[in-house]
C-alpha cells in the first residue's frame, strides 16, 4: 500500500480543490493506493506555524504531491508577491524526507519571483505540468528535464440533459445562449462578450456563470456591470454567480455556445467543464488553446481580443449546425483521451517510480 499525501486546497469553491478532489476519488479506486489529505486554506493570513503544522502531520519517508498554485502558499507580506513554498517544499524534502511530486497550475516564468520559485520547484522528484508551453518554461529555467512530465487536466464524463428543458428551468426558453464559466476576472474577458452583445439579435443572451473571488476581481465585476448598464442590456446579461454540482448540468445543457475569450491562462479546468458537456466551444487563441486545438481539434478559436473575429465565430458556429457535430464527436474523442481513469492511471505511474 502507497500512502500519497496531498498538499492542496480542499472544500473550497476553488478550481484547484474540485479538480483534486476528483482527481483524488479516482485514485482512491485503487486497492494500492491511500490518500491522506492536507488541506491548505485558499485565502485568509498564513503564517509560518501555520505550514509547519500542516507539515508536522505528514509522516517520515513517504510521498507527498503539492498542488502548486501561488495563492495557497502566501503572502506573506500583505501586497508583496512572496510565498511561504520554498520553506515548505525544504521543510518536506529535507525535515519530512519525503519523495515529492509538485503539479504546477500556474507560473511565469519572465516574473522574477516566480524564477526563485521555479528553483525550489527543482527539490521535486516529478514535476507535472497541463500544457508543453509551460514544460517548456519551466526547462529554460532550470528545472531538470527528466523531472518534467505532461498529464492533462482530467475531464468528468459528464451528462448532457435535453437543452429545451434546461432553458425552461433557467426562464430562457426559446433564447440562444452564450455562456461563459469560470471566476470573473478581467483575463477572462468578459467585457469583449458584452461589447459584441448589441451586435447580435435580442434573442441572444450571455449567461455569465461565476463569481469574484479577490478584490480585483470584485471592482471588475463592478466594472461589468457599469458596462452592461450604459449599453441597456441589464436584460441579456444574466449573472448566475457561482454555479455548484447541482446546477452545472442545467446551465450546461441551456448552453448553445460557451465561450472562453481569455486574455492570458495557463492552463483552465472550466474548459474542460464545458467540453465534458459536448457542446460547442470558442476560446481565445492563446497557446494553451491552440495546442487542445491543435491535437483534439475540439474548439473554434479566435483572435485574441479581437472582437470582430469573436463575433464573426459566435454568427458563424450558431449557424453552422455541421460543424456543431463535428466539434460534440472531437469533444467525445478529448473526453476519452483526457478522462480522470486517463489521468489517474498515468499519476499512478510516476507514484510507482518513486517507490522503486
Known amino acids: 500500500m502507497i500512502t500519497i499525501n496531498f498538499i492542496t486546497s480542499w472544500n473550497a469553491e476553488c478550481g484547484i480543490a474540485d479538480t483534486t478532489r476528483l482527481f483524488v476519488d479516482e485514485l ?8 491522506n489529505i492536507c488541506p491548505v486554506k485558499k485565502y485568509g493570513p498564513k503564517n509560518p ?5 500542516l507539515l508536522k502531520n505528514i509522516p517520515k519517508n513517504q510521498i507527498t504531491h503539492i498542488q502548486y498554485h501561488s495563492d495557497l502558499f502566501g503572502p506573506f507580506i500583505p501586497n508583496v508577491s512572496l510565498s511561504y513554498f520554498p520553506m ?10 519525503n519523495k515529492i511530486i509538485t503539479t504546477v497550475h500556474e507560473i511565469d516564468s519572465k516574473s522574477t519571483i516566480d524564477k526563485i520559485i521555479i528553483k525550489f520547484l527543482n527539490f521535486s522528484d ?29 475531464t468528468s464524463q459528464s451528462k ?7 432553458k425552461n428551468k433557467l426562464g430562457l426558453t426559446g433564447k440562444k445562449i452564450l455562456t461563459i464559466f469560470g471566476f470573473i476576472g478581467l483575463n477572462k474577458g468578459h467585457d469583449l462578450l458584452v461589447d459584441i452583445l448589441p451586435e447580435l439579435d435580442k434573442n441572444h443572451i450571455l449567461v455569465i456563470a461565476g463569481a469574484p473571488r479577490t478584490k480585483e476581481q470584485i471592482e471588475y465585476k463592478h ?14 446579461v444574466k449573472f448566475f454567480g457561482f454555479v455548484d454540482k447541482k446546477q452545472l448540468p442545467i446551465v450546461a445543457g441551456a448552453t448553445d455556445i460557451f465561450i472562453y475569450p481569455y486574455r492570458w491562462i495557463i492552463a483552465s479546468a472550466a474548459l474542460n467543464i464545458a467540453l465534458s458537456y459536448q457542446i460547442p466551444t470558442i476560446t481565445s487563441d ?9 491535437e483534439y481539434s475540439c ?24 460543424k456543431q457535430e463535428h466539434l460534440r464527436e472531437k469533444c467525445r474523442y478529448f473526453n476519452k483521451k483526457t478522462s480522470w481513469r486517463a489521468v489517474g492511471n498515468k499519476t499512478r505511474e510516476l507514484y510507482l517510480e518513486l517507490t522503486d
Not at 448532457?160 to 434546461?166: E, I, P, Q
Open 28 to 35: 482512491r479506486k485503487h486497492d494500492d493506493i491511500q490518500i
Open 49 to 53: 506555524f501555520y505550514f509547519f503544522k
Open 88 to 97: 515548505v517544499i525544504s521543510l518536506l524534502k529535507f525535515w519530512r524526507k
Open 126 to 154: 516529478k514535476l507535472i505540468a497541463h500544457n508543453s508551453n509551460l514544460i517548456n518554461s519551466m526547462e529554460k529555467c532550470g528545472v531538470k528535464k527528466d523531472k518534467l512530465f505532461l498529464i492533462p487536466l482530467g
Open 160 to 166: 448532457l440533459l435535453d437543452k429545451k428543458l434546461c
Open 223 to 236: 466594472l461589468l456591470e457599469e458596462q452592461i448598464f450604459y449599453a441597456g442590456l441589464q436584460e441579456r
Open 286 to 294: 492563446l497557446d494553451y488553446f491552440k495546442e487542445i486545438k491543435s
Open 299 to 322: 474548439i473554434e478559436l479566435f483572435k485574441n481580443e479581437n472582437k470582430q473575429d469573436l463575433l464573426e465565430k459566435i454568427c458563424g458556429l450558431l449557424r453552422n449546425t455541421e
